[in-house]
């Protein structure tokens, strides 16, 4: 099949989290199934094409009547690369610097009518084009209305997929008529939306098809606790809506060939996990004690990432006998509070606040445990990398952390601890269980090797998507 796919973000040019990585693998991993898939991003400033070995394509492309430029990097599924000066090559952010940008609607209306130009212009046919949150949310309906007579669009059908319903793209009524949309858009039955306009509703609304990231997060959705004001238009639409978990890119993340680890590692010989233990104690600034239970988290300093969890029971963590190791950015309080804390316990802990990617892959080979308290988790990629790298996740069970981490049940089952209660007496305890397990170490191997047998590799969600598209596009 052809597919036409369109992502805001894709790794490794541009990431701010799991989307990129998702947008970069599942389009090769259909590719590696036999289909034709070609991925539309925005060439936003901080990707130099020169540096980054995409080529310049000398077709213009027509976004309403202004011609556009665009860049490929031939990979397995190409990604064409939409080139805007102003709304994407002068912006170093890909949503925004401290502030989102003010004109993210124009922005990503811009990035969905290119998107919708390609196929004419490349001479493509896609049968299916996939959507990815709300930055894309506007396709399906500029699909129907400003493509229907389009023949390199004709019959292709829509699938949007829910990465994270939290961010929606909701903008003042006032863009309506700046985008170019007629104002019948803007109802109940559409796109409105407390009276404002909402990218997310627009792509639920109008996309034929429906997904999201894990089974559990698309149960979720569809209840009032889950579904961000969305959640009846969710059930209205259950039927077509499914649960596909994300895979991880195996390639990328493996600690037998990882080249950002100082050493590497199997589940046949765990050696190099050792190493990867010292070394990132040492780059820390950590006692290098292998003895000690080294427990890492890594992600944005955001409301959905459980932060005021780790918060509230800090102090009370940090009295026990381990190291924690924390990467990530975010709310401002909140690197606070963890750089205060690591220059008071040095000893204890360490805070690294920014973006590092070479950090992350480090920091999964060189834990024992893995934290991931979150209040929401549509998928989660951590737990996974930490499951392949025998790091042993603490999750609550929400969302994909809950398809994808089995509790330890303290004989031989199990792969990481669980909790379900959002308080911060529930985290530490299953921290607690964790730390026993952790002391009887033939236990704790076991467990590891558990998690490293584990496959999620992308092949299975790719199949997953080969069905959804073929029972979409008919025989
Ligand atoms: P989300 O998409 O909600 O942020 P995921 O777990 O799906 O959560 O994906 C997060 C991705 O971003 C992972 O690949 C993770 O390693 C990476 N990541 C998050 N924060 C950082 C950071 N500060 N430095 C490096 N990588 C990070
Ligand atoms: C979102 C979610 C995360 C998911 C990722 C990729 O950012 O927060 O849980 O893994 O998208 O689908």
């Not at 990707?47 to 070995?53: F, L, T, Y």
């Not at 699909?143 to 389009?150: C, K, P, Q, T, V």
């Not at 990465?163 to 929606?168: D, S, T, V």
């Not at 990231?213 to 889950?226: H, K, L, N, W």
Request: hydrophobic share 45%.
């Amino acid at each position: 099949m052809e597919i036409l796919f369109v992502a805001s973000e894709v790794a490794p040019w541009s990431k701010t989290g799991g989307l990129g990585d998702v947008a970069a693998a599942l389009p090769r991993a259909l590719a590696a199934r036999g289909h034709a898939v070609s991925v539309v991003t925005p060439r936003y400033g901080s990707i130099d094409p020169h540096a980054h070995g995409l080529h310049p394509l000398h077709r213009a492309l027509d976004v309403r009547g202004e011609p556009t430029t665009l860049w490929v990097s031939r990979d397995r599924a190409p990604v064409y690369f939409v080139e805007h000066e102003h709304f994407f090559g002068s912006r170093r952010g890909l949503y925004g610097e401290a502030h989102d940008y003010a004109d993210n609607a124009e922005r990503f209306a811009y990035l969905a009518r290119a998107a919708l130009a390609l196929p004419a212009a490349l001479g493509l046919r896609p049968h299916v084009v996939h959507l990815n949150d709300w930055q894309a949310g506007l396709v399906p309906f500029l699909l129907r209305h400003e493509h229907a007579r389009d023949a390199a669009l004709a019959g292709a059908r829509t699938v949007f997929t829910i990465h994270n319903l939290a961010y929606q793209g909701v903008f003042s009524k006032h863009v309506v008529p700046a985008l170019g949309l007629p104002w019948d858009v803007f109802r109940y039955e559409a796109m409105e939306f407390h009276d404002q306009l909402n990218f997310m509703k627009a792509g639920l609304v109008f996309a034929d098809a429906l997904t999201t990231v894990s089974p559990t997060y698309a149960r979720e959705i569809t209840t009032p606790d889950g579904g961000v004001g969305l959640d009846a238009l969710l059930r209205h639409r259950a039927r077509d809506l499914h649960g596909i978990l994300n895979g991880i890119d195996v390639a990328e993340w493996d600690p037998a060939t990882d080249r950002h680890l100082p050493a590497r590692y199997s589940a046949a010989d765990l050696t190099g996990k050792a190493s990867c233990k010292a070394a990132l104690q040492r780059e820390l600034g950590l006692p290098e004690r292998p003895e000690i239970p080294l427990v890492a988290m890594v992600g944005r300093l955001a409301d959905q990432k459980g932060i005021d969890l780790l918060v509230a029971a800090l102090a009370e963590l940090l009295g026990r006998e381990l190291q924690l190791a924390l990467l990530g950015s975010g709310r401002r309080e909140w690197e606070e509070v963890f750089q205060r804390a690591a220059r008071e316990r040095p000893e204890r802990m360490a805070a690294r606040i920014g973006f590092d990617e070479g950090l992350a892959h480090r920091m999964e080979a060189g834990a024992d445990l893995f934290l991931m308290p979150s209040r929401f988790e549509p998928c989660g990629l951590n737990q996974m990398y930490s499951l392949r790298y025998g790091t042993v996740p603490v999750v609550r069970a929400v969302g994909g952390l809950d398809d994808t981490v089995e509790d330890y049940d303290g004989l031989n089952r199990g792969t990481g601890f669980k909790f379900r209660d959002y308080h911060p007496q529930a985290m530490l305890l299953a921290v607690r269980r964790a730390l026993e397990t952790y002391r009887d170490a033939r236990a704790f191997r076991a467990l590891r090797l558990r998690g490293m047998a584990q496959d999620f590799s992308w092949d299975r969600s790719a199949q997953a998507y080969e069905s959804l598209y073929r029972s979409l596009a008919g025989p």
